[in-house]
Structures are given as C-alpha cells and as structure tokens.
Nanobody, 114 residues
Framework: VQLVESGGGLVQPGESLRLSCVASGFTFIRYYMSWYRQAPGKERELVAGISSDGGTLDYADSVKGRFTISRDNAKNTVYLQMNTLKSEDTAVYYC????????WGQGTQVTVSS
C-alpha cells in the first residue's frame, strides 16, 4: 500500500498550489480520501475530505472557499487545489485513505512566506 503526495513547495501569500496524491495497493474507489495538515507544534487537523464517488465534500472552516478537493478514480489520485494561500496554511500536508483500513502518505511540505 502506498500514498504518494507531491506538489508542495514554497510560495508567497496569495499564490496557489495543487497537491496530488497517487494511491496504490488498495481499492481506491472504495475509500474516503482526505487531506490533513500538521504545522510545527500543532496537532494534525483535517483540511478536506471527499467520498468514494466524489459526491460528498468536507472542508475545514479555515479553508472553505479557498481550497478544493477532487479525485480521479481512473487514476487513483486525489487532488487538493489551494488558492489564496496564507502564512497560516504553512504545514506538512498528508493524504489519508479510510474505509476498511486507514492509510497515510508520507507528507509534502507547504510553506507560505513572503
């Protein structure tokens, strides 16, 4: 089982990033997929989640209207489009799959700084 995130980096406030998470080794289309983040000294928190069929989307209040989660079940990939980034979005972002089991990716660093 693998969840491999990519797309992180260093950007300035107001800019955008798109994270990707490619899954392998499990039945991706059955799994609720989500993005979490963890900033230094803080607990890991849910950012956004998407149901197996893409019909239900969940967002943390802090990212509503700025972030969009989506998935492509044909590509076993979940995305997180992040717009209008703020310094407080700086964190390591993790991909998570949950259904019968729970799987985590290794994380990708997002740094928002001028």
């Amino acid at each position: 089982v693998q969840l491999v995130e990519s797309g992180g980096g260093l950007v300035q406030p107001g800019e955008s990033l798109r994270l990707s998470c490619v899954a392998s080794g499990f039945t991706f289309i059955r799994y609720y997929m989500s993005w979490y983040r963890q900033a230094p000294g803080k607990e890991r928190e849910l950012v956004a989640g998407i149901s197996s069929d893409g019909g239900t989307l969940d967002y943390a209040d802090s990212v509503k209207g700025r972030f969009t989660i989506s998935r492509d079940n044909a590509k076993n990939t979940v995305y997180l489009q992040m717009n209008t980034l703020k310094s407080e979005d700086t964190a390591v972002y993790y991909c998570r799959g949950s259904w019968l089991f729970t799987y985590w990716g290794q994380g990708t660093q997002v740094t928002v700084s001028s």
